[in-house]
């Protein structure tokens, strides 16, 4: 009777079931958990240090959309930008000067410039002839001493995890990757690379596409309602752009769930395809939910995607079935010839 090596797993153990990592006893566990847990505490602090260094850098990042939405309105012609020296003293109707403008989408803009009237010092209003732009981007203001503190440590909160995101995963994989096969490793590598992908994708079109037209329908809401919309808060804008952008960006990774759900054997392509009007109602939801001013042109742009990304996962789970189906055909001939 021939006897397996020394060091080397037995022959009937397949290869998939081979790379379980060695055997531990419970406190080296503990020990290596209390190390993992250090490693991640440290890695999270340093971020945050990091991003709170560079808040100044993050929040410009963030009033990008603001600035650059696709759908900025053109300015209004019959207004005139007053000016003190460079700085944008407020803007007045064009009839209430006497002026009238009939430039496109520009307004005439006005200087106050000090006038020597005998003992007196007076402010003069000139009118230019240049054209200057202005659009009624709303100003963020801290209203409240202990505001730039608070978004500061939003910043850093939310921007120190997301630096530390990878090096928590590469903390906690190498404390939970030794333990699992080969084939368990192959998975959770697919589903981690599969779902980070969708997240920064999700991230990038709410980043670029959607926030900024949302948050422009935010404006005409408001105006509509009667409400000047021309100053926020600076705390509240941060953290609704920033819960924004995660919000999209795990929203993204449905097509994740749903295909482990698939790979388990709860969900097939039949019950997906069965569950698409419930689908697109959940996607409506949950874009009139998230947008701002939920106006439908916003939660459509929003539901879009996600009822999207289902349809691919559809794709995706017919083609793993056919498949799976095709597998378990020749496997089945093949057993038949060897019956023969």
């Known amino acids: 009777m021939s006897r397996e090596p020394e060091g080397y797993p037995p022959s009937h153990i397949s290869e998939e079931e081979e790379g379980g990592g060695p055997v531990k006893s419970f406190l080296e566990h503990l020990e290596d958990l209390r190390w993992t847990l250090v490693k991640c505490l440290v890695a999270t602090l340093v971020s945050m240090l990091v991003a709170m260094i560079a808040s100044s850098h993050i929040i410009a990042v963030l009033k990008w959309p603001l600035t650059h939405s696709l759908i900025r309105r053109a300015p209004d012609p019959n207004v005139v930008a007053v000016h003190m020296g460079t700085n944008l003293w407020g803007k007045m109707s064009a009839a209430s000067l006497g002026v009238t403008n009939t430039a496109t989408n520009k307004v005439i803009s006005a200087t106050l410039i000090p006038v020597q009237a005998g003992t007196n ?176 042109f916003t939660m459509l742009l929003f539901a879009a995607p996600l009822h999207l990304l289902y349809e691919i996962s559809v794709v995706i789970a017919w083609f793993w079935d056919r498949r799976d189906r095709k597998q378990a055909m020749e496997a089945g001939v093949e057993e038949r010839k060897s019956r023969r």
């Open 121 to 296: 010092l007076l402010l003069s209003l000139r009118i230019d002839e240049k054209p200057y732009e202005i659009t009624d981007v709303p100003q963020l203001k801290a209203l409240g001493p202990m505001v730039p503190i608070m978004v500061g440590l939003k910043i850093a909160l939310y921007g120190g995890l997301i630096l530390a995101a990878p090096f928590l995963m590469l903390f906690i994989g190498q404390f939970v990757l030794p333990a699992l096969h080969i084939h368990e490793k192959r998975i959770l590598y697919q589903s981690v690379g599969f779902g980070i992908g969708l997240f920064i994708l999700g991230v990038l079109f709410a980043y670029f596409v959607i926030t900024g037209i949302a948050l422009w329908a935010a404006v005409d809401f408001a105006n509509w309602m009667g409400f000047a919309a021309d100053e926020w808060r600076a705390d509240e804008y941060i953290g609704f752009v920033t819960l924004f952008l995660l919000g999209m960006g795990a929203c993204f990774e449905i097509p994740v769930v749903i295909l482990v759900l698939v790979k388990i054997g709860l969900l097939d392509y039949r019950k997906l395809s069965a569950f698409r009007s419930y689908a697109i109602v959940g996607n409506l939801i949950l874009g009139a939910v998230i947008t701002p001013s939920g106006d439908p």
